[in-house]
């Protein structure tokens, strides 16, 4: 497995079950109408036309397709989100092989996890750069931060920890 430079490493605890995951970073938007919306702003913040935002990012159900349709991913949805991308499902002993065989520090630093995203808990917690803000685009009732969530991850999970 090789990870490309639009995707990122997320782990996820559903059900009380443990997955990693390496997807493109986009889909963990988990609210694409707050997401959606945060876009047009930025649109008209450049003074920028309607016309304009809708040609570059489309109908608001155009968007959603970059998403499998889902507007919001939560507890009612994470299962045929999850479906929608098993195909991206890896485990620690995966990605601790990647881990070790990295031969630079920013090879490594590209495998460590950046999303840990509590569906159980309802909360999502980042390590992405702060122009990402992917704590600004929880559904509504859940909790968003930018904060190290190593703790959380269950030890045997933590690939990137020397046991």
């Known amino acids: 497995m090789e990870i490309k430079e639009d995707q990122i490493i997320v782990g996820t605890m559903f059900k009380k079950k443990f997955q990693w995951y390496v997807t493109e970073k986009t889909i963990w938007r988990l609210d694409y109408?707050?997401?959606y919306d945060s876009l047009d702003l930025r649109y008209k913040r450049q003074g920028k036309s309607l016309y304009e935002f809708v040609r570059e990012i489309g109908s608001f159900g155009e968007f959603l397709t970059t998403r499998f349709r889902i507007p919001?991913?939560?507890?009612?949805t994470a299962k045929e989100f999850f479906e929608k991308i098993m195909l991206s499902a890896t485990d620690s002993s995966e990605l601790a092989y990647m881990f070790m065989r990295a031969e630079t520090d920013g090879e490594r630093k590209k495998l460590l996890p950046l999303l840990y995203v509590d569906f159980d808990s309802s909360?999502?917690?980042s390590l992405l750069p702060a122009e990402d803000r992917f704590e600004d685009f929880v559904p509504d009732g859940w909790r968003g931060s930018r904060q190290n969530?190593?703790?959380l991850i269950p030890l045997k999970?933590?690939?990137w920890v020397e046991p």
């Open 33 to 35: 109408r707050r997401y």
């Open 72 to 76: 919001v991913v939560d507890k009612s």
């Open 123 to 125: 909360a999502l917690y």
């Open 149 to 151: 969530f190593e703790k």
């Open 157 to 159: 999970e933590r690939y």
